[in-house]
Every structure is written in structure tokens, then in C-alpha cells.
């Protein structure tokens, strides 16, 4: 059976994205966060999402949560039919629910955790076995990557400014623009997201997808990258690298 890896759609996480939570910052984060709501809408109803946290976790579609611990009691959901009751979820798993909501209201979406303190080979290991699962699902599926940048790019930064930062985030925007999976595997601890990428780079395998960059800055001091990744399956992707 030929993959049904869709799209892939890249998107940063930061709760200033949700107008209810920017304040005064709505209007300078809209163009990151029209583009993010354009990238997710073209997945298909089924959504697989990759995110960073304390540790690797499974979040299903029958998850409702609220944005109350990060200043604005913003309800979101993984589905439409999520029971009312909220669980306690990361940060990517919000975003992935507020994000559903604007672009596609009737897609379902499941948030795959993972550690941020796995290696790239085993960041990798775990994108092949997740494309492994999708090749298997029999029917269209999109993944969001829900990824952070450097967060040390000036100083006001949240971690502080790293005079080094601006190269590796141009690097990486430059990758994710192009692509081109195999240079995120040498990303550095520098990268907030750097574990999703690399089990993006494990997903996608070693052959370059056809890639749209639809935004790149770094409001806040936070490399910001949104953009749409079509595989060559949907065009011809190889199978992911052993």
C-alpha cells in the first residue's frame, strides 16, 4: 500500500498566537498566526501532531483542555465530540486544539509527546516507527509539527541572547524552507523544538519534500517557522531511511 502521509504542516506554539492571550501583541503576531491557521487547513480531517514535553505521551482526540494556566480560560479540543471534562495537556498540544478549531473544526487531531530529552538518533527512530504507523492507517493523515525555534535571539529573549543563535536559526529556517530533513538531524540543543524536527527528519526519511515557507521571524526573541511540507508520495516520498 503507497503512503497516506498527506502534508506536513510546520507551526511554532507560543501561547501570544491566541488573541484572547496576546493583548496588545494580537495585531504584530498576525501574520504568524493567519499563516499558521492557512498551513494546518490544508491537512486532511485526520491530524497526527508532534510536539515537545516534559516526557514522551499519547494524547487522544477525546481530549478538551483551557489556556487558563497561561492567563485567558480559552477552551480547546482534539475533536469535535471531546467530552466536556479538561485534562491537564502541554503546551502542544493546546495549540494543536486551538489550532483545529480555527483552521478545521471537523478534523480530528492526536498529539504525539515526546521527551525533549531524546537524542536525534532516537528522535529520528521514533518519526520512522510513527510513519510506519501511518503507512498502515489506509486513509489520508497530516501531520503538525509543533515546533519552537531558538528562544535566545535577543535580550529580551526568554532565554536570554546568544550571540551564535541567529546563525542556527537561519540554518534551520533555511532547512525547513527548503525541505530538507536531513539537516535537521544535526540540530543542537540551541533549537527550543529540536526533537520534533528531528522525528520530522525520521517521518519524512531522506528524500527532500516540496516545501512552502509561509512565514519566518522571531517576534519576542523566538525563531518562529511556518510553512507546509508536501511529501513526493503525494507527488512519490521513498520509504523513511533505515
Do not use: K
Amino acid at each position: 500500500m503507497g503512503s497516506v502521509l498527506a502534508a506536513l504542516a510546520l507551526t511554532p506554539s507560543a501561547p501570544v498566537l491566541v488573541p484572547d492571550l496576546a493583548g496588545a501583541a494580537a495585531a504584530e503576531v498576525a501574520d504568524t498566526r493567519e499563516a499558521a491557521i492557512a498551513a494546518a487547513a490544508a491537512l486532511p480531517d485526520r491530524w497526527l501532531v508532534v510536539g515537545v514535553g516534559p516526557a514522551d505521551r499519547v494524547i487522544g482526540p477525546d481530549t478538551r483542555a483551557s489556556y487558563a494556566g497561561y492567563g485567558a480560560d480559552v477552551e480547546v479540543a482534539l475533536s469535535p465530540h471531546a467530552p466536556a471534562a479538561r485534562a491537564d495537556v502541554p503546551l502542544c498540544a493546546l495549540w494543536a486544539g486551538w489550532l483545529r478549531g480555527q483552521a478545521n473544526p471537523a478534523a480530528t487531531a492526536e498529539v504525539r509527546v515526546y521527551s525533549a530529552g531524546h537524542s536525534p538518533d532516537a528522535a529520528r527512530a521514533a518519526g520512522r516507527a510513527l510513519r510506519a504507523e501511518i503507512d498502515a492507517a489506509g486513509q489520508p493523515v497530516g501531520v503538525l509539527v509543533v515546533a519552537d525555534g531558538a528562544a535566545t535571539l535577543t535580550p529580551a529573549a526568554p532565554g536570554g541572547f546568544d550571540p551564535d543563535a541567529a546563525a542556527v536559526q537561519a540554518a534551520l529556517d533555511d532547512a525547513l524552507a527548503a525541505g530538507d530533513p536531513a539537516a535537521l538531524a544535526a540540530l543542537g540543543d540551541g533549537i527550543t523544538g529540536r526533537v520534533a524536527y528531528q522525528v520530522l527528519a525520521g517521518l519524512v526519511g531522506s528524500t527532500p519534500c516540496a516545501a512552502r515557507e509561509m512565514f519566518r521571524g522571531a517576534p519576542y526573541g523566538v525563531g518562529y517557522f511556518v510553512g507546509l511540507w508536501t511529501p513526493e508520495a503525494s507527488t512519490g516520498l521513498g520509504t523513511p531511511e533505515a
